[in-house]
């Protein structure tokens, strides 16, 4: 990237991996996204599986395009990590998530819990974990409520380091959770030495219930040794009754998916919660 003029910075062609055009227009629309502000936060609810209550939200970032409408973060997270535009976008992201945090806590809604996404660039790099550590502090929150979410393939491409990192951010009061587990490499004995409390069952393992009887006896087992490693799990992606009543009766206590919430814009959480609580 190049600064351009009045401090634009402009991303070139010989800047990105994938040497391709359209890339380049995306980081440029990406860019100028960033300092418009283009960006909102939905917030997917998160269930007390056997009770149906609310315990805690996800926070997931949607850009707004002006003219596009709706992006997808699939479709700009990645680039946004190639890039390195993410760090400037994970600042506004969990800037946004604080305020929102600190405003429930503000109007009764204390015992909320808030998970943010976190990527493993971001808590890789110096500047930017140093950057989000003074953000942080600025807020005053209840961090024992706070989840950072963090992919297995982030952790593990850089794990002395991460380690560290995720630590501190624990010695703060902040929970990590492993996200999208079971997609990576590592063994639930393994993922003992990382700083984790809760392991998030990836949707493509709750996908498989219960269609057949090898792929659910892995989940129910996965089930009972995280347990017995006393992890909290949370199961994403429940889309069926099937799926929910199969996690219940194997113990996993709490979960998120289309089936009991999809994500909620800002106004329709405060609707709800304010309808719950
Ligand atoms: P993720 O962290 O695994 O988030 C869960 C994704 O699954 C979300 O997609 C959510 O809308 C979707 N989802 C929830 N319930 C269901 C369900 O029942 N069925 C299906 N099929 N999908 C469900 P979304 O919001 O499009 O986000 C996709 C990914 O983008 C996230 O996966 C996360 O890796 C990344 N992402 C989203 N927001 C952020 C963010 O603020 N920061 C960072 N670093 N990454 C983010
Ligand atoms: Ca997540
Ligand atoms: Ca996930
Ligand atoms: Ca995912």
């Known amino acids: 990237a190049k600064q351009g003029g009045k401090d634009r ?3 070139y062609k010989e800047d990105m991996e994938k040497n391709n055009l359209e890339h380049v227009q995306m980081a440029n629309k990406l860019q100028f996204g960033i300092e418009n502000e283009e960006f909102t936060l939905f917030y997917q609810p998160q269930f007390r599986l056997n ?33 390195g535009q993410i760090y400037s976008l994970e600042r506004w992201i969990v ?29 890789a790099s110096d500047v930017d974990f140093h950057q989000l550590e003074m953000l942080v502090t600025t807020f005053d929150v209840d961090y024992s409520k706070i989840i ?9 491409s850089n794990i002395e380091l991460v380690i560290e990192r995720l630590n501190r951010l624990k010695n703060k009061g902040f929970k990590i959770a492993l996200d999208d587990f ?16 809760i392991i998030k069952l990836d949707k493509s393992f709750i996908n498989l219930i219960p269609q057949n009887n090898i792929d659910t006896l892995i989940i129910k087992h996965i089930l ?31 979960g998120q998916g289309y089936l009991l919430s999809k994500p909620l814009s800002h106004e329709e959480t405060s609707d709800l919660l304010d309808r719950l609580f």
């Not at 950072?148 to 593990?156: F, G, L, R, W, Y």
């Not at 079971?182 to 409390?197: A, E, R």
């Open 9 to 11: 910075v402009v991303f």
């Open 51 to 83: 009770t149906g209550e609310i315990i805690g939200m996800e926070a997931l970032v949607r850009w707004i395009h002006p003219i596009e409408g709706f992006i997808a973060p699939i479709d700009f997270i990645p680039l946004a990590e190639e890039t």
């Open 95 to 123: 800037k946004k998530a604080l305020q929102q945090k600190q405003q429930w806590e503000k109007t009764g809604f204390g015992h909320i819990e808030l998970s943010i996404n976190l990527s493993g660039k971001t808590v």
């Open 148 to 156: 950072i979410e963090i992919t297995e393939t982030a952790i593990i």
């Open 182 to 197: 079971g997609t990576g490499y590592s063994s639930l004995t393994y993922l003992k030495k990382l700083p984790i409390d």
């Open 224 to 254: 009972s040794l995280a347990h017995d490693l006393k992890y909290e799990v949370v199961a994403e992606g429940i889309e069926t009754k099937e799926q929910l009543e199969y996690l219940k009766k194997y113990y996993c206590k709490s």
